[in-house]
């Protein structure tokens, strides 16, 4: 499933936008569009997180993590965790981390063999993702799709589907296949939140009229 997550100017994450969020770490080397609401949360080197999203205490996102607009993270969630090697003759760190028991003797020299991290999860824009959700590298999460609290994802979710369990099965779409249609076809998400204004939210279908229309100019 293609998605193309991060086609927006973004802000690296710095003094002036660390001001945006609360009691968050954020690395120097991930990426955050203003607005976004970060509180209590951690952000690993080469995330990003798209405009009007908010992550709530508790949630890591992990490195190289790719998080669309207008997404709502729960509190608790691990986002693309660091995998082991489940074929090796241990899955501990130590065949693999140069520096991860520096204290000891001789492990600096100590021969390694490289091992490939898969590619960090995707998510797409309109997500939801319920609280203590684990969302294992290498998935894709499409636009507008929503996951139950305490779920594990470990295979793609396909646009505006309710999955939940662990691990994650689909629940039930969100719409029918032809709302489903014209909203990717419509990527509201690309508008700012003051553009939707008088926008009817709670009826679907004047909604995708009133944004055709908007966008339409």
């Not at 991060?6 to 991930?30: C, D, F, H, L, M």
């Not at 074929?87 to 001789?106: C, I, M, P, R, T």
């Amino acid at each position: 499933m293609g998605l193309a997550v991060w086609r927006y100017t973004v802000q690296k994450a710095s003094e002036a936008a660390v001001k945006y969020i609360g009691r968050a770490r954020v690395n120097p080397k991930a990426r955050l569009e203003w607005p976004v609401h970060l509180e209590g949360c951690t952000v690993r080197r080469g995330a990003s997180i798209g405009g009007y999203s908010y992550v709530r205490p508790g949630t890591t996102v992990g490195i190289g993590v790719q998080i669309g607009r207008y997404c709502a993270i729960a509190s608790g969630c691990d986002i693309g965790p660091a995998e082991h090697p489940t074929d090796w003759l241990s899955n501990h760190d130590f065949q693999y981390a140069k520096n991860f028991f520096k204290e000891v003797d001789g492990f600096r020299s100590f021969a390694r063999r490289p091992f490939e991290q898969p590619a960090a999860p995707r998510i797409g824009h309109d997500v939801w993702i319920g609280a203590n959700v684990v969302i294992r590298r290498g998935v894709t999460i499409g636009h507008g799709a929503i996951i139950g609290a305490g779920s594990f994802v470990n295979r793609d979710i396909a646009p505006y589907t309710v999955v939940t369990g662990s691990p994650a099965r689909p629940l039930r779409p969100r719409f029918s296949e032809a709302v489903i249609e014209e909203l990717l076809e419509l990527e509201w998400w690309t508008l700012d939140a003051p553009a939707l204004d008088g926008v009817p939210f709670d009826d679907i279908t004047r909604a995708i009229e009133a944004v055709r229309a908007l966008k339409a100019g």
